[in-house]
């Protein structure tokens, strides 16, 4: 890339509202700088090199757009950082498969900052059948609406490295990608998280789909949703689980029993050798169903699960078992399962698994996803994909 040398003055990019949203700041002249504070009015940043200090927020009726092939920076040393945009707000960040947008941090160390996080107000179920919560990444801002089609922007060949910061074990957790009712005007495409210490992605509840997804080396779980989470149309997701991994999917619903549920076409979770567990927890299973999730998967193959205890497909609790299970509200059809793993089987001793006819169907030729390897999907040399 093209370096280009300014004074020092010119160093820092500071974001401030202005009197009308269809006011635009264009920044044509850096190729270095600061992305900071609170984004109140549209703003483009050209193709470069910029550091993300603080959580950034992108305000209601503002819209940040961000040049294919730049990179952005954050360090653990300057506190929480995160690319925030909040209900009404936009990202557009549209790269290529040959010049992706990398958000990354500078140790290079798991759970160094928070990712991306996208809020919007498509609808929810929460715990007791709420229709809105407060997140839980440590912002505690509102989420949860009825505007299905919320547009938060586009996320196009984006990949996020060394996020899932824990500010608060359980109540301040953040993601490489965590999606707080996003709906389903939200494009969500080609997209990477990379060696976080939490899930790569998070959906709480929305509408929002996404496609072309690939989950590498993060601590907790690949793919995790919760709140009534009902995407229709999400296909190729790719896990790798390495060194440190909980479940590839963790599927739930708050404990309500509902009526609609996400479809997914095209999963692939892998994990490698020797993969152990955050925390020494008991999960490790590749797909595990609890608190009344469910959802239709089909083409799916799961390979590496090779835990003395771990199953394919876990129903977690009876409720779940009774009413989801078997009740047809889940199904997963075209399962191939690689190295032995259990099929099946129930987290606890009370209740049996027995899928009704056709709800669990396998095949040998299930090849999960279909994804085409590049610099979105290479990181230190390395093909995410291979």
């Not at 940043?45 to 009726?61: A, E, F």
């Not at 996020?163 to 969500?188: Q, R, W």
């Amino acid at each position: 890339m093209k370096k280009l040398l300014f004074s020092a003055a010119f160093l820092s990019l500071i974001f401030t509202g202005c009197s009308s949203d269809d006011d635009e700041t264009i920044n044509n002249g850096p190729s270095v700088g600061e992305i900071t504070g609170d984004i109140t009015t549209n703003t483009s940043l050209p193709l470069g090199n910029y550091t993300l200090k603080g959580i950034v927020r992108v305000k209601s009726g503002a819209k940040l757009t961000i040049a294919a092939g730049s990179k952005i920076t954050a360090d653990v040393t300057n506190g929480v950082d995160a690319l925030v945009a909040e209900n009404g707000g936009k990202l557009e960040l549209i790269g290529t498969a040959a010049e992706p947008i990398v958000l990354t941090e500078l140790s290079q160390t798991p759970g160094s900052w928070g990712g991306i996080i996208i809020y919007g107000d498509a609808p929810i179920v929460g715990a007791s059948g709420v229709t809105s919560a407060t997140s839980e990444d440590g912002l505690n801002l509102p989420y949860g609406g009825s505007n299905s089609n919320h547009n938060g922007g586009t996320l196009k060949y984006v990949r996020v490295e060394y996020a899932g910061k824990k500010i608060t074990d359980g109540t301040g957790e953040m993601n490489g990608f965590s999606f707080y009712s996003v709906g389903s005007g939200t494009t969500l495409d080609h997209l990477v998280s990379y060696k976080g210490a939490d899930d790569g992605y998070e959906f709480y509840g929305g509408t929002v789909s996404a496609t072309n997804l690939i989950s590498y080396g993060n601590y907790d779980d690949s793919f995790d949703w919760q709140d009534g989470w009902r995407g229709q149309n999400n296909s190729n997701w790719y896990a790798y689980q390495t060194v440190t991994g909980n479940f590839g999917m963790e599927i739930e619903a708050k404990s309500v029993n509902n009526d609609f549920w996400p479809v997914v076409t095209n999963i692939t979770l892998k994990r490698a050798p020797g993969t152990l567990t955050e925390n020494a927890s008991v999960e490790y299973d590749a797909i595990q169903f609890k608190k009344e999730g469910n959802g239709v998967y089909s083409n799916i193959l799961i390979e590496g699960y090779s835990d003395v205890n771990a199953v394919a497909v876990r129903i977690q609790d009876a409720n779940t078992n009774t009413n989801q299970v078997n009740g047809n509200k889940i199904k997963l059809t075209d399962v191939k399962i690689v190295g032995g793993t259990t099929e099946t089987g129930s987290g606890s001793s009370s209740f049996t698994v027995a899928f009704p006819s056709g709800q669990l169907t396998t095949s040998s030729t299930a090849a999960g996803a279909n994804l085409t390897a590049g610099a979105w999907a290479t990181v230190n040399g390395v093909n995410l994909l291979q």
